[in-house]
């Protein structure tokens, strides 16, 4: 059985995995994880097919359970490890 940190990641995954779908974009996702979790790419229609236009838009998912949902925002904490620069 997954643990809870991994299904609420499995979750962020398939959400903006359907909102790419949705948008027609596809998503592309990374074997190892150094700040980019995900990539989604933007398709067009050329001549007889569909092809990657070059515009790609890179993901870093967060996903939380103490999130306060208000009626015009979410409001959320970042722990400061959150925000460290990498080295």
Known sequence: MLTPQHRQEAISRAFIQAVAGRCGMSCS???????????LNDIKHYQSR???TGF????QAKSSVTARVEESEV?????????QQPS
């Open 50 to 52: 569909r092809v990657e």
């Open 75 to 83: 409001i959320y904490s970042y722990g400061s490890e959150d925000l």
């Open 56 to 59: 790609k838009l890179d993901i």
């Open 29 to 39: 996702f990374r074997d190892f994880d150094y700040g980019i979790d995900m990539t």
